[in-house]
């Protein structure tokens, strides 16, 4: 018997369910990630402040919100950032990896 084009296995569609599954469990704990404490090592290491204004050598209009590491939600105070796993960081932070968003 052909199988109808649109037609998917059990085994695809409970693959797909698992995915959106973790997709959805992975967002959920970015959001209850703690935030970085910017007199960590790490964070003093690139100069991390919580507030772009504060930071000596940012590029004006530069902040966490339009970076290239930066995974935060659109419109959110905090999110993750790439170079800082497992913390937040805010939105109008900044770090001297700061990477314009292509
Ligand atoms: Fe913020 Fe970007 Fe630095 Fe991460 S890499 S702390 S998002 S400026």
Not at 27 to 40: G, I, K, S, W, Y
Not at 51 to 63: E, I, L, M, N, P
Not at 77 to 95: E, I, N, R, S
């Amino acid at each position: 018997m052909r199988e109808h084009p649109l037609q998917i296995s059990r085994r695809q569609l409970l693959g797909s369910a698992l995915t959106c599954i973790a997709i959805g469990t992975s967002a959920a704990r970015a959001e209850q990630l703690p935030l970085l404490d910017p007199a960590t090592t790490q964070a003093r290491a690139l100069k991390y402040v919580e507030d772009a204004r504060k930071a000596s050598g940012a590029t004006r209009g530069s902040s966490c919100a339009n970076c290239s590491l930066y995974q935060g939600k659109s419109g959110a105070a905090t999110g993750p950032c790439q170079l800082f796993p497992g913390k937040q960081v805010t939105a109008a932070g900044w770090c001297t990896s700061w990477a314009p968003q292509m």
